[in-house]
């Protein structure tokens, strides 16, 4: 009994260190992810300018801003642009923008009327939400005709899961995957919802089935990526897998 319980203490042991080690590495994901938010911005536009020149809209809507990186990028060319959340941080960087409107709003019931915004996106947001066509019917009911909507997801057939660091966590059924979560101090990762491409697709479908989608694949620059995952995604990007599982996904639905 006394091997037995040595035994169990050197387990628990392990498993406390190997949870501490993957808090570590999420929390050092986040701190590189908050850094170059303003390059995979850029990154962002550069990509959406492969499909749309001149754009210039008159009124742009950012649903579920955060930091505003991306609102700014995407709105330099606006009129004037109104940034939505639940809460704004207080580094956000919208704050000195003569052009830029914050507003603490609810995203499956959007305090606005219908066909008011020339651009409308959803910046690594549709993933965090529950109700998803909610969302999306009420970005579309903002959106004028002719209107873009811009969605960027993650992939969730990715390998390693970009919100935390952790291999193959979609690969998991749902409900497993959540006991799993739970158990290592990541229950929080369980209330992410990351949605297929196609899932997306049927969904604006069949809220507007005559809009036209158009999807990018997002390919980050290796200077983008976290250093101490840098070598593998250097080794897995000239082995071209990345062409074939990229990072995530710039939808366009053009109403």
């Known amino acids: 009994m006394e091997i037995l319980d040595r035994l169990k203490d050197v387990v628990a042991k392990g ?46 809507l ?28 207080k580094d956000n960087v919208l704050k000195n923008s003569e052009k830029a409107h914050l507003l603490v709003a609810e995203a499956r019931s959007l305090p606005l009327k219908k066909e008011l915004f020339d651009v409308v996106s ?12 909610l969302v999306l019917k009420e ?26 660091g952790l291999p193959f966590v979609f ?10 979560l739970r158990k290592i101090g990541y229950g929080w990762l369980g209330k992410i919802d990351v949605p297929s491409v196609n899932k997306l697709k049927k969904i604006i479908w069949k809220i507007e089935p005559k809009v036209k989608i158009t999807e990018k694949k997002v390919i980050y620059p290796r200077s983008l990526v976290w250093p101490k995952l840098r070598p593998l995604y250097i080794l897995i990007q000239k082995a071209g897998i990345l062409n074939l599982v990229p990072l995530g996904y710039l939808l366009i639905a053009e109403k």
């Not at 709105?75 to 959340?85: H, S, V």
């Not at 959803?122 to 066509?133: A, D, G, P, R, T």
């Open 171 to 180: 690969f998991i059924q749902s409900r497993i995957r959540g006991l799993i």
């Open 15 to 60: 498993v406390s260190w190997s949870l501490i080690r993957m808090l570590s590495f999420t929390h050092e994901i986040w701190k590189t992810f908050g850094e170059a938010a303003n390059e995979r911005a850029k990154y962002l536009w550069d990509l959406y300018l492969q499909h749309v020149q001149n754009f210039k809209p008159l009124f742009y």
């Open 62 to 89: 950012d649903i579920g801003a955060g930091l505003g990186y991306n609102t700014l990028i995407f709105g330099k060319n606006a009129g004037e642009i109104l940034a939505i959340d639940l809460q704004f941080p």
């Open 139 to 164: 970005a579309l009911r903002v959106l004028k005709p002719k209107g873009k909507l811009i969605i960027q997801i993650p992939n969730r057939f990715f390998p390693i899961e970009l919100h935390s």
């Open 122 to 133: 959803l910046f690594s947001v549709i993933e965090h939400i529950m109700n998803q066509k």
